[in-house]
């Protein structure tokens, strides 16, 4: 019976071409109208079941559908539940393979959700056979709002019939494009880290099912070929010997529908299994078998486009592609079900009780800072990692990652500690690897990425399985508001992005703040630098609410009854300085990284919930100078600042009192001009240093590794701090920075700060090509120029980088905040 309904449920799905009242492939389907064909399927038939798993920053529905036959679709949550069981070592390897087919993560990659559609009908239709060996997810656009920036720009201005013609404007996507999300972050970099509400939902949902294929599809340059797994080198050695084989398995059978079909496609080149945050990796990293499938297109090809061999590539053709992938997919893990699900089971077994790696044990140290380390806890607990905080106190022999030397250390109580005698434990290796291993050196992304390096917390990596007892809860850490007695002045932190958020709230409801510019002493405790003092005069119409706003923040308030200090400047002296609400607005548009202006963009309004205006780079000729205090010029080039009049209008509102804040190549380009600082160049070679006469006989077929001697995507490097500057206050005097450019400023003369730089010798861990390693010396990462009344402040690497780089948020809030006060 069962079976017959099935077989009248099946004959009555809408094809989307009857639900559309077009053909796939001949237009971008609008968001809402995907949402709806996947309703409508649903409404039609038992063998799919719709889950909304949250929405995006615009309101857009997230939304899964999981497919089954009939038979399994009646035991879903038993055969969800026993797959769970398998990670943790309970459940028999039996039962249909799960897999998960992620689409249009990168929205103006847009063919994918059409290929989604085409994807859900045939299973349910003629390729519903699969269906009694798999559950299948589908997730037809993991970044909507990104797809509908692009859909709505190409839907309005594409030919009426589509124009091929390469540089016609439908080709041409303006600023930022539809690839990222609201924020402009590429959500196909936030796996692991989960900044964006997109990945945090979906990882929810994703680590429910734990499934044991992942496709990730994608779109690259219009002119390539499709690219399918098995991936390119350099493959993370935690990656295992059967998951690289089956990766082989699948591009075979990809294949040979290719090679029937006279379709180009390439393997094993580019696409790499390293950087752990991709929809390839993190799976892989979890257990599963994961896949990046990329068809030529993207945000270039629109419906139609001529390539450079002569050919016209349609969305039709695109699609086709994406849908063939697909199916070979799945058709081939049905195949091998049993054996993805007993390797699933065993790879998790491995995990529990010999994990693989030189560590099994990972201790971070609170170090004065239990909100950071709480922060920390929090992206391991989404991540399924279990951390506990130490209730007593121990020691141990461990590798310092701030020395790079073994030690002895001891472990202290609310020190964080993670086994690696646990079902994430590759994950857990992969996050927390002091050095990271490359096979090759030509990569796709950052080679470093160390959570205690990210975070700025003392770590060790332990050879031993550590067994201290440990709690779930942070022992003391949550916000108290100072009681008893009468206040003459609260006194706050100042070494998180928690605190910074908190001094946010307060400037928000106009409460007056200042800040110690030395440290001082009070009633026996010392505080250092950067100390926020929020004292009653000028606040007394507030009454409860400061204390109030701590204990929301989970800030710690000290009262005191005094202004009089035992040590170091009393209240009201000018070492004491008034933090005056900043009106700050950031640059945005043409020239400007979408990405790097996001991070700020998002830092503003999601992580410390403080106004800021965005300018349009095209527009500087409108701006009413007297109107800000504060610009940010992120990653970018601008044209506007090579017009002598508005680079003047620049510099008379920096030297009336403005503050600069550039970063990256907005840092390169100012020093171009007459900004007081140039970048360092590479030392001249001495005369009588001889040149080898056949240094540049090289072979043509190793240009690619060539260019590598200047690489560097991302490696992690010590930078010296003057912890006394107003820049650098609730830091140590080192700090560690993601160094992904070969940049340096000189070293700033009279007039100028130089907060942070690079020495010799200041290099830890990921890829740096030799050329440029040579050259990362003696030079100048975070500064402060001082210009009249005003100031620029330097930042030749970006500390808000994916905004999981932590450590660098209280740096940037420094520069907003405290610099120039």
């Known amino acids: 019976m069962l079976s017959l309904c099935h077989s009248i449920a099946a004959q009555t799905v809408p094809s989307p071409a009857a639900y559309l009242q077009y053909s796939l492939g001949s237009r971008f389907t609008p968001y809402f109208r995907v949402t709806g064909y996947f309703e409508e399927v649903a409404r039609h038939t038992s063998s799919v079941r719709l889950e909304t798993y949250g929405q995006t920053y615009e309101g857009r529905p997230l939304m899964l559908a999981v497919v089954a036959s009939p038979e399994n679709m009646a035991q879903l949550d038993r055969i969800r539940e026993h797959n769970l069981q398998l990670t943790k070592g309970g459940g028999q390897t039996s039962g249909p393979v799960i897999i998960w087919l992620s689409y249009n993560v990168h929205g103006n990659e847009a063919v994918s959700t059409e290929a989604a559609m085409k994807t859900l009908y045939a299973l349910l239709t003629e390729k519903k056979a699969l269906l009694q060996h798999a559950v299948v997810i589908i997730d037809p656009c993991l970044n909507p709002d990104g797809r509908e920036r692009y859909v709505s720009f190409y839907n309005a201005v594409h030919s009426k019939n589509a124009d091929a013609t390469p540089f016609a404007r439908e080709h041409y996507e303006p600023w930022p494009g539809g690839r990222s999300n609201h924020y402009y972050f590429d959500l196909n970099r936030d796996w692991a880290w989960q900044t964006q509400i997109e990945s945090q939902q979906r990882l929810v949902q994703y680590n429910r099912w734990m499934p044991q294929v992942h496709v990730d599809f994608h779109e690259q340059g219009v002119d390539a070929p499709y690219y399918f797994a098995p991936a390119a080198e350099p493959l993370h050695d935690a990656v295992t010997a059967w998951q690289r084989d089956f990766q082989v398995q699948i591009g075979k059978h990809n294949a040979t529908y290719f090679d029937a079909k006279g379709w180009l496609y390439f393997t094993k080149e580019q696409f790499d299994l390293f950087y752990p945050s991709y929809g390839d990796t993190y799976p892989m990293y979890n257990g599963a078998i994961g ?124 020190d964080l500690v993670i086994s690696a005698f646990q079902p994430r434990s590759n994950l857990i290796r992969v996050l927390f690897e002091p050095v990271s291993r490359l096979t090759d050196s030509v990569t796709y992304d950052i080679t470093a990425w160390a959570m205690p390096y990210a975070y700025g917390l003392p770590a060790y990596a332990v050879k031993q399985r550590l067994q201290p007892a440990v709690s779930e809860a942070p022992p003391g850490i949550a916000g108290e508001a100072a009681s008893g007695g009468s206040a003459y002045a609260y006194l706050a932190p100042w070494n998180s992005t928690k605190d910074l958020k908190f001094l946010a709230a307060l400037l928000n409801r106009n409460v007056r703040v200042r800040y110690a510019e030395q440290a001082f002493s009070l009633n026996g405790n010392t505080y250092p630098s950067g100390t926020l003092i929020i004292t009653k005069a000028g606040n007394e119409a507030l009454g409860s609410l400061i204390p109030a706003l701590a204990i929301q923040m989970g800030v710690r308030l000290v ?215 040579a050259k990362l010396k003696d030079g100048l990462i975070f500064g402060v120029r001082s210009m009249g009344r005003g100031e620029v402040v330097l930042m030749v690497d970006n500390p808000l980088f994916r905004s999981f780089w932590e450590n660098g948020k209280l740096l940037f809030g420094n520069a907003v905040f405290l610099v120039g006060q």
Do not use: C
């Open 559 to 773: 009262k005191v009854p005094t202004g009089f200090v035992d040590k170091g400047a009393d209240f009201g002296s000018d070492k004491i300085r008034f933090i005056r609400k900043p009106k700050v607005a950031v640059m945005a548009g043409d020239g400007v990284s979408s990405l790097g202006m996001g991070e700020i963009w998002h830092f503003f309004e999601q992580q410390i919930d403080y106004p800021v205006t965005v300018l349009n780079s095209n527009n500087l000729y409108n701006v009413n100078w007297k109107d800000l205090d504060v610009l940010i010029l992120p990653d970018g080039h601008y044209n506007a600042l090579s017009d002598k009049a508005v680079a003047d209008r620049l510099k008379d509102w920096v030297q009336g009192g403005g503050k600069l804040i550039a970063l990256e190549d907005a840092v390169s380009q100012l020093a171009e001009g007459d900004w007081g600082f140039k970048l360092k160049k590479e030392e001249e070679k001495k005369e009588d240093e001889k040149k080898d006469p056949y240094l540049d006989l090289k072979p043509y077929a190793n240009r690619e590794r060539e260019s590598v001697s200047q690489f560097i995507p991302g490696a992690i490097y010590k930078v010296a701090m003057d912890k006394t500057h107003p820049l650098a206050f609730g830091y140590p005097d080192y700090y560690y920075t993601l160094k992904q450019n070969d940049k340096l400023v000189e070293y700033l003369p009279s007039g100028g700060w130089n907060v942070g730089v690079l020495k010799n010798d200041n290099y830890l861990t990921g890829f740096v090509g030799a050329q440029t390693k």
């Open 291 to 414: 896949m990046t499938y990329e068809q030529g297109g993207s945000g270039r090809a629109g419906l139609a486009i001529i390539n450079r061999e002569g050919d016209t590539l349609t969305l039709a053709d695109r699609m086709e592609h994406h849908y063939t992938t697909g199916i070979a997919t799945i058709e081939v893990s049905t195949a091998h079900a049993g054996k993805l699900v007993s390797e699933f089971a065993r790879y998790f077994a491995d995990a529990r009780t010999n994990p693989a790696g030189d560590y099994k044990t990972y201790v971070v140290k609170a170090a004065g800072n239990p909100e950071k380390l709480q922060m920390l806890a929090a992206v391991l607990r989404r991540n399924e990692i279990d951390a506990g905080f130490a209730t007593g106190n121990s020691n141990a022999d461990g590798r310092n990652y701030f020395t790079g030397k073994t030690e002895h250390f001891d472990i202290e109580k609310g």
